[in-house]
């Protein structure tokens, strides 16, 4: 059996589909947005960039999850730990680059560090007023947290629902931690009022547009790298270990250390998406870290199709809109709506979206290779 | 009132004439000793009036306090009353009419500090044990030298035990802090101070170890220790109490979910929300009490502790028939579509509700405290330790001497064995699961005691008590009793060094490590059962 060229092999027909609507939504949302009048119906506001922008982070972390989930059999409900704490690194550059212009003024201290009497920067702050050292902890906080608790849980054996149990344990006692106010990031209120982002103000239209279109590009990029681990050998691997953790194990695979690589990966996909997530919504607090928002995430994953990558980034947008929509519409029905989804997709839609839509197209493939091949038999006769 | 009392002091004169008593006189002198208006004769006044022991006196000098006592032209002491009414103040007859230019008995600070001693003084005297017991307290944390007269003589007079050894404590503190008393006194007041061992006494005990003659300051020191010892065990114990007490809630909280998930296997993410349901159940019947029978109020908890495993319960049963039972072997999708279910079940409650706190009042008793040698124990958690102790109890009886407790535990070790043997496993599912769902319920009951009833209620136990029953080994309900124990005390003794919310998040780490260490948790089944 000869091996196609990786990248052809990555790319299948909805990878193609999903990238090219990415490539789309990069050049058309910042067109529509500059050059459309405002009374066009084509024009995308400025808002709207940023809500899409915020969609789509959900749907880097929603990729991030169903690596692990779809492709490793980790339910990870955590993972909007990794996200708040790529979102809480990204929130303390924000911070730093306030400087003075915060409401007490102090030259260097944030506003809510004045507020309690703080007299200097704690250590872990230090650095933070430097966008690549921010950028590397963006990706080494989620990581090194998911390498160290990863290493624990899985050298241990601990799996299915157990680990599940402990990963919301741990986005639980975050949460608790950040709401504190000792831990010198900002207490409930969280880390917000930021100003600039490398020199260009927050609000402005511009810098709006290039989060946005940095975020596509994080997402296909994510999306690269995570259809790169599953279609190589390594998510051969994965995928043995998700159908059969012990076969694979005595097939002489050390089964701990793939997983590992898997869950950090994801980890830091997760904490990439709150990075982006965080100046385009303007606020971080310790209420990303609650257990509800992570099994939320689990649910655009199953909407959208766990096992797909590009189900699972569908799933976050389709249902984020959804919510975006009840939530103003008609508050009172949302949780009902959330919950009754949780359900629908775990009863009768166990594959999701895009997974039933492949089995529907794989069925009538079936089907007409079959007919093809008696309407063949019949000639031959 | 205070006439019939009067009356019965009266009489009481007349019997044994003690000093109590023996009052009018001293009254009058003391009234014309007032005024006269100037201050030397007005605070000789007031120490006469508290030494007389006339019921008369408290208002007097009260009235005298507050600026009330008057002078009128013809001599009389009269007191000012409400919306402008006069009394005498002698006999606190009311007076038809306004006496003539009633002139207020002024008053400098050395009568205001003769005053207060006096009324402080004066309660130590009064009839009501409470009152007395007050008063006792109160010169215990004045430390006035002027009441160590009054406090002898009261404490001769004194028949309750436990109001004379606070007053005699009263009376070693204000020894201890006197420098004209002698060293042999002030070491038996540091002997009685060591007695009392709190930190009132502690204080106490250090100020005269820091200036006292060197053998006051030796007994003291060697009071200082005993007493920290003993408050170091006390606050030992108290630990331990409020360790029991929430290791008792998480027991409550965590053991509906000890059948479901740790005998079952069913992840069922809307435990909590049983629970809620349940302390809702009880605001209900309280509601329903409160209009319809307030005289039943008292009844409302035990009234509603089967209600609310019957409306729990026949929720679960729903949620088994209709989601559960489809997902069997499907873990990972049991937790979702089970937290699908709690956000539906918080979002109705909130609709019907309101998404604020509903007010779940408390019975007679479960309300108020009791001392037991320094440990203040309140009625409250009280009854909760015992109540969760009772359903541990009732469920490790259904589970071991019932036939449907057999049944369980068949179809939990073989389900087709037991099917093989007759019995209808889906049917036993489905009671298994009401009966965990029930006892959540029932558990909601007593959250409503101490807890906000909430439509959020239940998601704040949720993962305490999934922790709870993992620590204490799954399937095994001794280890579930034995680690919701463990995890309330370890909680307690942390508070105090890390805080209530680092000590919680310490907590949970220790639990995410121990997992790691033994994914079974403490008490692992073994055998087959562990790999099915």
Not at chain 1, 228 to 251: H, P, Q, W
Not at chain 2, 166 to 177: D, F, S
Not at chain 2, 445 to 462: K, R, T
Not at chain 2, 500 to 509: D, N
Request: one cysteine or more; proline letters at 4%.
């Amino acid at each position: 059996m000869t091996r196609r060229p990786i990248l052809l092999a990555m790319l299948d027909g909805k990878g193609a589909i999903f990238l090219g609507v990415l490539a789309a939504l990069a050049v058309l949302v910042p067109l529509s947005n500059l050059f459309l009048p405002e009374t066009s119906p084509l024009h995308v506001p400025t808002y709207a960039v940023s809500l899409l922008g915020k969609y789509l982070s959900y749907a880097l972390l929603a990729l991030a999850l169903d690596l692990v989930w779809g492709y490793c059999g980790i339910l990870s409900l955590g993972h909007g730990a990794f996200f708040a704490l790529g979102g809480y690194a990204m929130g303390m550059y924000l911070m730093r680059q306030i400087g003075p212009r915060g409401v007490y003024g102090h030259p260097v201290l944030p506003d809510f560090m004045v507020f309690l009497n703080w007299q200097e920067l704690p250590w872990y702050w230090s650095g933070f007023d430097i966008f690549p050292f921010a950028a590397l902890m963006v990706l080494a906080v989620p990581g090194l947290l998911a390498l160290v608790f990863g290493w624990l849980a899985f050298r241990s054996r601990v799996t299915g629902v157990y680990l599940s149990i402990i990963t919301q344990a741990m986005t639980f006692a975050l949460m608790l931690a950040f709401f504190r106010n000792d831990m010198g990031l900002g207490g409930n209120n969280g880390l917000t009022d930021f100003k600039d982002i490398l020199g260009f103000s927050v609000q402005a239209q511009g810098t709006r547009l290039a989060l946005f279109v940095a975020t596509v590009i994080a997402l296909a990029l994510g999306y690269g790298v995570a259809r790169y681990m599953v279609t190589s050998t390594y998510g051969k691997v994965l995928i043995a270990i998700r159908d059969a953790e012990s076969r694979t194990r005595f097939l002489g695979y050390r089964v701990e250390h793939y997983k590992l690589v898997a869950f950090t990966v994801s980890a830091m996909m997760a904490g990439v998406a709150g990075a982006l997530y965080v100046p385009q919504v303007g606020i971080i607090n310790p209420s990303e870290f609650s257990p509800a928002n992570s099994i939320e995430a689990v649910v655009w994953v199953a909407v959208g199709g766990r096992g797909t990558l590009v189900g699972a980034a569908l799933g976050a947008v389709v249902v984020n809109m959804a919510k975006s929509w009840l939530t103003g519409a008609l508050p009172e029905l949302w949780l009902f709506a959330l919950g009754a989804l949780f359900i629908v997709v775990t009863l009768y839609l166990p594959k999701g979206i895009v997974g039933t839509l492949a089995e529907r197209r794989e069925k009538r493939k079936a089907t007409a290779t079959a007919k093809t091949a008696g309407i063949a038999a019949e000639a031959a006769e | 009132m205070s006439r019939l009392l009067c009356l019965i002091l009266a009489l009481a004169c007349g019997l044994f004439a003690a000093p109590v008593c023996a009052a009018p006189a001293d009254t009058g002198d003391a009234l014309l000793l007032i005024a006269s208006g100037r201050f030397p004769d007005i605070e000789k006044g007031v120490a006469l009036l508290a030494r007389s022991g006339d019921a008369r006196t408290q208002a007097i000098i009260e009235a005298l306090r507050d600026g009330r006592l008057a002078v009128a032209a013809d001599k009389r002491v009269v007191i000012e009353g409400a919306n402008g009414s006069w009394s005498e103040a002698a006999t606190g007859e009311a007076l038809a009419e306004a006496p003539p230019s009633p002139k207020a008995v002024r008053l400098n600070n050395r009568i205001r500090r003769a005053v207060e001693a006096a009324l402080g003084a004066l309660t130590l005297m009064a009839p009501d044990a409470a009152a007395r017991r007050q008063a006792a307290e109160a010169v215990f944390r004045s430390r006035d030298a002027t009441a160590l007269a009054t406090l002898d003589e009261a404490i001769a007079r004194e028949e309750v035990a436990g109001i004379r050894r606070l007053m005699g404590e009263a009376r070693a503190a204000i020894l201890l802090g006197d420098a004209g008393a002698s060293d042999l006194q002030k070491i038996e007041a540091v002997d009685i101070l060591a007695t009392r061992a709190d930190q009132d006494a502690l204080a106490l005990l250090r100020a005269a170890a820091a200036q006292g003659s060197p053998t006051v300051r030796e007994a003291a020191e060697g009071a200082i220790t005993a007493v920290e010892r003993r408050l170091a065990v006390l606050s030992m114990l108290q630990n331990v109490w409020y360790g029991l007490s929430l290791g008792s809630v998480l027991l409550l909280a965590a053991i509906g979910l000890a059948i479901t998930f740790g005998v079952m296997g069913i992840i069922n993410m809307a435990h909590g929300e049983m629970v809620m349901i349940g302390a809702y159940t009880t605001f209900v019947i309280q509601e329903l009490a409160r209009t319809h029978a307030p005289g039943l109020f008292d009844w409302t908890l035990p009234l509603a502790i089967p209600m609310a495993f019957l409306v729990a319960a026949l929720v679960g049963v729903a949620i088994e028939r209709g989601i559960i039972r489809h997902l069997y072997g499907r873990p990972l999708e049991t937790l979702l579509a089970t937290w699908g279910v709690s956000l539906i079940l918080q979002q109705t409650v909130r609709s019907l509700f309101g998404p604020t706190n509903r007010e779940v009042g408390a019975p007679s008793y479960m309300a108020g405290a009791f001392d037991l040698g320094g440990l203040t124990i309140t009625y409250g958690r009280l009854w909760i330790i015992v109540f969760s102790f009772a359903v541990f109890s009732a469920l490790i009886v259904a589970l071991k001497a019932t036939s449907f407790g057999l049944k369980i535990r068949a179809v939990t070790q073989n389900r087709r064995m037991a099917a093989s043997m007759g019995i209808r496993t889906s049917w036993v599912d489905t009671m298994a699961f009401a009966l965990g769902s029930g006892i959540a319920g029932v558990a909601g009951v007593a959250l409503s005691q101490i807890d906000n009833v909430s439509p959020n209620l239940g998601q704040s136990y949720i993962v305490d008590s999934f922790m709870v029953v993992v620590f204490g080994g799954v399937g095994n309900l001794w280890g579930t009793l034995v680690s919701a124990l463990t995890l309330g005390i370890a909680n307690k003794f942390l508070e105090p060094f890390a805080g209530a919310v680092l000590g919680k998040i310490l907590l949970l780490v220790f639990l995410i490590l121990f997992i790691q260490k033994r994914p079974r948790g403490l008490f692992a089944l073994r055998g087959r059962a562990v790999e099915a």
